[in-house]
């Protein structure tokens, strides 16, 4: 069965500080891995996905597949980055995501 | 384009009643998702569905239905209604070029008494 876990529920950092939002997942066949973000307010939506490996609002994430991770990074954090991350995973031709328990970030100006 | 809407965003009911969402995908998108979001379970994958089937289907009772129409507007449908069947349930759409990336509606927030 497939699982996503983020351990952190609450991570706070300051304004420039890195950031990272760590994601681990577990999945027998080959894994479509996503992060979704939520800012206040706003609908989910798409943060970045790892077969386009792009950087999105200067968010990276890359898969490792060996230890079954897809971290989320950010070299300098700014205030609007604060909001809930939630990692996803889904498969080639599926349209269904397995959600993580999600991350609220907050950056402290 | 217009996002994806759902209606109505707030309702009420009681136990033992039964209860309609409705979702409008964005135009062109034929697959509409259904998730239930709750702070305890988090958000989880109801079901899914495509050129009017059910194509797939999370771990849910058969309470839980939906259905799609031909112009992709999706219903989902709760019976029997239980308190813990309070939760933000989000529709998603999917646009036919990319698998996985999933648009979301506001949500309809639902509250059992």
């Known amino acids: 069965a497939q699982r996503v876990t983020q351990p952190e529920k609450l991570l706070s950092v300051f304004k420039g500080a890195p950031v990272e939002l760590k994601c681990n997942y577990s999945y027998s066949g080959s894994p479509e891995l996503f992060w979704y973000v939520q800012y206040s307010r706003q609908r989910l939506q798409l943060l970045l996905r790892h077969i386009s490996r792009e950087s999105i609002k200067g968010f990276t994430a890359d898969l490792n597949k060996g230890e079954t991770s897809f971290h989320l990074k950010k070299p300098f954090a700014q205030e609007e980055d604060s909001a809930m991350y939630y990692c996803a995973l889904s498969w080639a031709g599926a349209n269904n995501l397995f959600f993580g328990t999600g991350t609220r970030l907050t950056v402290i100006p | 384009k217009a996002g994806v809407t759902q209606t109505p965003r707030y309702l009420i009911k009681t136990r033992g009643q039964q209860v309609t969402l409705s979702c409008s995908p964005i135009?062109?998108?034929?697959?509409v998702s259904w998730y239930q979001q709750t702070p305890g379970q988090g958000l989880q994958f109801l079901f899914e569905y495509f050129s009017e089937t059910q194509r797939n289907k999370g771990n849910f009772p058969g309470r839980f239905s939906g259905r799609q129409f031909s112009n992709s507007r999706s219903e989902m449908n709760v019976s029997t209604l239980e308190l813990g069947d309070s939760a933000l349930y989000l529709c998603a759409s999917s646009s036919p070029d990319s698998t996985g990336t999933q648009y979301f509606g506001p949500g309809t927030r639902l509250l059992v008494l």
């Open positions: 135009s062109g998108h034929r697959s």
